[in-house]
């Protein structure tokens, strides 16, 4: 079942929800006729860390041409009688076309959080009716109360003037009347007027007790309405669009959850209470005007109008003021000269003739951190007024807020800005400049109704830390995310708490470890973290009373190392997002473990049984723990030196792992096959006929106690590991020693150079053998163009000696029997040993410089290549 059939099986308060959620820029009828269409396009999309790369704005771009294409084929093949349909969906393509070409990226990024939230309302239903009966019921309740008191005091008012003039005619009357009474001479006449007279008063007294009652009452729906008014607002504002914010800090981290609160919602909501407040005001107004023009006296009670138009121009000022957002925030961690983009978005932009005049909006950065002086930031928060001054220079900073008429948004995106210079602020002790914050600062003027009201406008993004050079990223990033994940609301700029509880900090590393790989940690993974950053054995589960601090967090080095805490998780999730997400979304790679603890695993495995982990010394290191026998056949755990992003460069963790033959089962008992083949390179197709293809490969290396170097990965080799011993668990120390180049072509015969130092993994590299008749000497080169066979070409007379093996192979298995080529010189092994001592004599593992190597060259019958040279 899809997920568009599931969604409609949902209760209807769910369903006026998720209506709610693609708001007025995405029909909802679209999504019904192109359901499947669109998730299976976008419910496993790739993920991007930025929405700013190419490569996600290339993949937006193509999805938006797909999508008009489908509905414009959709509707050609919908039912003759289905008008409504087609009309509904070419008029979806044309908008698409015409508001998206330009940025593609924001339809995109709407969709695919469109479809995260449906999913949510699919598993936390309860959740999404809990949340839309009390809270969104009531705001939407409210709204309608307040439509109909607006409209009932325009009657009112309206009836209020007629009953005015109607009582300004009978006071004209009475006036009139008198003058005439005393004019009569007769006294019956002047009698009956008297009578009249005093029936006309009595009327204009009850006139005037209505018409006072209907002006109270009328003061009264005022003042309902500004009360009213003011708690709706305030939940709109201070609750509904504050959440939104406060859901932008968690976003940064990753965050996707669920929110009640739409931007297309609360926008509706903000344009609603514009228009309530503005005709509110507008019949103030009126009811103070036309007491003024009928010069209606009433000594005895109070005027409230006056008061009244007060607050509801504070209410107006307040909603203004508030709705000035930053839709998008510009990148938290912003390197100078490089381009970024920020939008930021007016919700009352319908209303109130504010998107005639097309306000300009000036972007400006400001402090954020100060040791010795207020920040910018908290002083434009504690003064409401923008500040006048800025600490660098932004290019490409001024815009116009423009109305999408499809949309029904007056926003404006800034798309170019670059920061050129920063002006920093002095550090007192440990202080660096990954530490300290900016922010952006939006400000715009503009007047709203008939030019009568101007006001002045002004919001901050979130923390923003400045760097000039990509090492200073990690840092930065710890910075940035601790400060999303504690900032409270209504705090200072921008500070936040120096200890805070672990599993809140757990949770949030969890949430962006989850968006920058695809999947979470376990709740293993987050105790062995937990561990780590307390640098002690901890029970599980963890108390809520442990805190951890700052300084712990990302400032002071972990046991034994030179890098922190944080340093070590980030350089983890990198490896993992650039290299290994796709394992790692498999549940192939278990990572945060101890290595006592993986080794504890792998005893109970058969022996071929490897685990992958992030290595505890080496940074944005993965290695690969295995079992294998020793001697006295018991289990013994291997570690091969860890793989880092430089390794996964020249060959990826799936390709490595096929070319070790030693690895059989990913634990606990999954062939190997099963879980990475999916992610190997396909081979390599020959660029050229006459050449054979040449590949790079990983072999399993030990040390070279005696001739026999490689371990099991190919044929010819020894499987003894007998001389390999598990390194100390309490450290974590990256192998060293040669890194050994193997020659091998497709046949998988191998030709081993010589090698030496501690076991450790080599990369090998395919190639080819030849002779060369021109001496006595054997090089390596094809075996396509041997004389003989693929173990190379056939001995040659070494001059003044026996002959020389024809393959380096023949050297390093030892004693020969008569059916080999080295038989002839068995009686003379003492030349060949002299020879190969001639050639490493004076060879202490330091590189080879250019004239050792073209002494071996000429000298020797193999070349050795010691770390990569």
């Avoid at 093949?77 to 044309?94: H, K, W």
């Avoid at 514009?274 to 005001?281: D, F, M, P, R, S």
């Avoid at 007491?291 to 109008?305: A, G, M, R, T, Y």
Wanted: aromatic letters at 8%; a negative charge; hydrophobic letters at 35%.
């Amino acid at each position: 079942m899809s997920l568009w059939a599931r969604v409609n099986q949902l209760p209807p308060p769910v369903l006026e929800q998720i209506r709610y959620i693609y708001g007025n820029s995405f029909p909802i009828e679209v999504r019904h006729y192109l359901a499947e269409w669109i998730e299976d396009r976008l419910l496993n999309a790739p993920s991007y860390q930025h929405e700013q790369d190419a490569a996600y704005e290339q993949e937006a771009a193509t999805f938006l041409n797909q999508l008009i294409n489908e509905l414009e084929r959709t509707a050609i093949n919908l039912p003759e009688d289905n008008v409504t349909g087609r009309i509904r969906l070419n008029e979806s393509a044309r908008n698409f076309r015409q508001l998206f070409s330009h940025n593609p990226s924001q339809l995109y990024s709407h969709l695919i959080n469109c479809l995260q939230r449906e999913r949510q309302c699919i598993a936390y239903p309860n959740e999404c009716v809990n949340v839309q009966d009390p809270e969104i019921a009531e705001v939407i309740n409210g709204l309608q109360e307040l439509q109909m008191l607006v409209r009932v005091s325009e009657n009112d008012n309206r009836n209020l003037v007629k009953d005015y003039e109607h009582l300004q005619l009978e006071i004209h009357e009475i006036t009139k009347n008198k003058a005439l009474l005393e004019n009569l001479d007769n006294a019956a006449l002047r009698e009956h007027a008297r009578t009249t007279l005093a029936q006309q008063e009595r009327q204009v007294n009850e006139m005037v007790n209505l018409i006072t009652g209907k002006r109270l009452q009328l003061v009264e729906n005022f003042r309902k309405t500004i009360q009213l008014t003011s708690q709706v607002q305030e939940k709109v504002l201070h609750k509904y669009l504050t959440n939104w914010k406060i859901n932008q800090g968690f976003a940064g981290n990753g965050a996707s959850g669920m929110s009640a609160s739409n931007l297309d919602t609360i926008q509706a909501w903000c344009e609603s209470l514009a228009e309530i407040i503005w005709n509110t005001k507008d019949q103030i107004r009126l009811a103070m005007k036309n007491k003024q023009k009928l010069n209606i006296e009433e000594p005895n009670l109070p005027d409230f109008l006056p008061q009244s138009l007060v607050e509801v121009t504070n209410l107006l000022k307040a909603l203004i003021t508030t709705t000035f957002i930053i839709e998008k925030q510009p990148p938290q961690v912003m390197k100078t000269n490089t381009r970024f983009a920020a939008t930021v978005r007016l919700l009352i932009g319908n209303t109130l003739n504010i998107r005639m005049s097309n306000p300009l909006v000036r972007v400006s950065i400001i402090s954020g951190t100060s040791y010795d002086h207020k920040a910018q930031a908290q002083a434009t928060q504690q003064s409401n007024k923008a500040s006048e001054q800025s600490c660098g220079e932004i290019m490409n900073n001024t815009g116009n807020l423009e109305y999408n008429e499809t949309t029904k948004q007056l926003s404006v995106s800034f798309r170019n800005m670059q920061l050129k210079k920063i002006k920093r602020a002095e550090k007192k002790g440990t202080e660096s400049v990954m530490d300290e914050k900016f922010a952006l600062l939006f400000q715009s003027s503009f007047a709203v109704g008939h030019g009568d009201l101007v006001f002045s406008v002004w919001t901050i993004s979130l923390p923003v830390v400045v760097i000039v050079h990509g090492n200073q990223e990690p840092q930065s990033w710890a910075t940035i995310t601790w400060d999303n994940a504690f900032a409270d609301i209504n705090r200072v700029p921008f500070h936040v708490p120096d200890k805070v509880s672990w599993n809140l900090l757990a949770e949030a590393l969890n949430t962006k470890y989850r968006a920058s790989t695809g999947r979470s940690m376990t709740q293993e993974n987050m105790h062995f973290l937990c561990e780590k950053a307390f640098r002690a054995n901890l029970q599980f589960p963890v108390s809520d009373d442990l805190t951890i601090t700052w300084s712990q967090f990302c400032k002071e080095p972990l046991p034994d190392r030179t890098f922190t805490f944080w340093e070590w998780f980030y350089a983890a999730m990198k490896v993992t997002r650039e290299h290994l997400r796709g394992p790692w979304n498999d549940g192939s790679i278990v990572g945060f473990i101890h290595k006592t603890k993986a080794e504890d695993y792998l005893l109970k495995c058969p022996r071929g049984t490897f685990l992958l982990r992030f290595s505890d010394s080496e940074l944005g290191g993965i290695t690969i723990a295995w079992v294998n026998e020793s001697n006295d056949g018991q289990p013994q755990i291997l570690h091969i030196q860890p793989f880092t992003a430089k390794d996964f460069a020249t060959r990826s963790l799936s390709d490595r792992i096929r070319d070790f033959e030693d690895l059989y089962y990913l634990y606990p008992n999954k062939p190997k096959n099963e879980a990475f083949d999916r992610y190997t390179s396909p081979p390599v197709p020959s660029r050229n006929r006459n050449y054979i293809p040449s590949e790079v490969r990983a072999v399993l290396m030990g040390p070279s106690n005696n001739n026999n170097s490689t371990i099991n990965s190919y044929p010819n080799t020894p499987s003894s590991y007998n001389h390999l011993q598990s390194p100390d668990a309490s450290r974590d120390t990256p192998s060293s020693g040669i890194t050994d180049i193997t020659i091998r072509d497709r046949s998988d015969s191998q030709r081993s150079l010589a090698t030496c130092g501690e076991y450790r993994h080599a990369m090998s590299v395919a190639s080819s053998a030849v002779y060369s008749p021109d001496n006595a000497y054997t090089y390596v080169h094809s075996p396509a163009y041997s004389d003989v066979s693929p173990q190379g070409p056939p001995a040659r007379e070494f001059p003044g000696s026996p002959q020389l093996p024809a393959t380096v192979e023949q050297l390093n298995r030892g004693p020969t029997t008569a059916e080999t080529p080295l038989s002839r010189a068995s009686g003379n092994e003492a030349v060949i040993q002299e020879l190969v001592q001639y050639m490493l004599d004076g060879y202490d593992g330091a590189p080879l410089d250019c004239d050792m190597e073209r002494e071996l060259n000429n000298n020797c019958a193999a070349t050795t290549v010691v770390n990569g040279h």
